[in-house]
């Protein structure tokens, strides 16, 4: 649990400087700073049983190592992650090398962006722990490094650079399949929809949440046998009902004829996270498509706190302080209970 508790609470010590030394601004960045750091070194340091698939990444690692660049192309397995594979494996056959690779891919765009586009950076960091993506790190390396990339990805939307944001996608989709769920990113970002468009969003969403099996079958038709009537997400209505809560303060609070086109843009990305949710029950690989959108809701909430009305301004200050003491409390007690993708206890890979 001590890597844990350094992680989450290692970061409150720039707020503690700030007082004297340094600006908020400042303080800001060097707390993503030390979360980060810690971050990655708990990735890149952690023995491979910490983290559900990583002895089948290992088991993957050996037989790409062993495999000819061409025949890689005949794999099941995603060509960006079997060439990455096969070309560490050209400097050693270590495993723990290919987890601290992955780690360092991972995690530096995500880090950069973070820095640059939080607002607050105890919010985005007690929301982030609380997330699914936290925990998936530690075990899914494929469709982290995705993740990643789509973090570039969401860069090239901001500054309109439609081919950049293509290829972009196209690389994440070489390193996992459900990365081709980022080209809804573009529009979505774009798309203004503000408070009056409530009015045809919430009933959209209802609809589609009430005839979320038969969608579900339909679109399993297109897409692949993947299909089970069993729910495979024990906190999937939980994460439907905190994605509407945080929805409900990202339309209320702020005032729209003030917000940025950023502020409106991750708001769209929660929306389509609450869509996508609600196929989480029917099956996780909706939870796998959630898991690009849900990543920006740490950089959305800070936004909407800063830009609150004057009529919700205290209501923002109350709500900043509640979500962290809540978030950070959830993250220990799923830790303890759950124990998502066996990253608890932690350990060292040289213990």
């Known amino acids: 649990m001590t890597p844990y508790i350094v992680l989450i609470f290692a970061p409150l010590i720039p707020f503690f400087l700030h007082i004297k030394r340094c600006g908020k601004a400042d303080s800001e960045k060097k707390s993503i700073g030390f979360f980060f750091i810690i971050y990655l070194l708990l990735l890149v340091m952690r023995d491979p049983t910490i983290g559900r698939d990583l002895t089948v990444y290992a088991t993957l690692f050996r037989m790409f190592s062993k495999e000819s660049i061409m025949h890689l192309f005949n794999s099941d397995i995603e060509i960006g992650y079997a060439l990455l594979n096969k070309f560490i494996s050209l400097f050693t056959n270590n495993f723990q090398y290919v987890i601290a690779i992955t780690a360092i891919i991972t995690l ?15 919010i985005s960091i007690s929301l982030f722990i609380m997330l699914p993506t936290f925990a998936m790190t530690f075990s899914g390396l494929r469709q982290a490094v995705a993740i990643s990339i789509g973090f570039i990805a969401y860069e090239f939307v901001k500054s309109k650079k439609m081919i950049f944001f293509v290829l972009t996608v196209a690389l994440a989709f070489l390193f996992h399949k459900s990365a081709l769920i980022l080209m809804f990113m573009y529009p979505l970002y774009w798309a203004k929809i503000t408070r009056k468009w409530l009015i045809v969003v919430v009933p959209a969403m209802t609809i589609i949440f009430m005839l979320n099996r038969p969608i579900f079958v339909f679109l399993q038709g297109i897409v692949g046998d993947f299909y089970t009537t069993d729910a495979s997400e024990t906190n999937a209505y939980t994460m439907i009902v905190l994605f509407i809560l945080l929805a409900i303060l990202a339309f209320a609070v702020p005032d729209d004829e003030k917000s940025d086109s950023d502020l409106i843009g991750l708001r769209n990305f929660l929306l389509f996270s609450i869509v996508l949710q609600m196929f989480t029950p029917l099956h996780t690989l909706a939870m796998r498509f959630n898991y690009y959108y849900i990543i920006f809701i740490p ?10 009305s004057k009529q919700f301004n205290q209501v923002a200050i109350l709500a900043k302080y509640v979500m962290i003491v809540f978030f950070v409390g959830y993250f220990f007690i799923n830790l303890l209970s759950r124990n998502p993708l066996d990253i608890y206890p932690y350990e060292f890979f040289f213990s």
């Open 108 to 122: 530096i765009p995500i880090w950069l962006v973070y820095s640059k586009e939080s607002e607050d950076a105890y």
């Open 299 to 308: 950089l959305l909430i800070p936004k909407v706190i800063n830009n609150s």
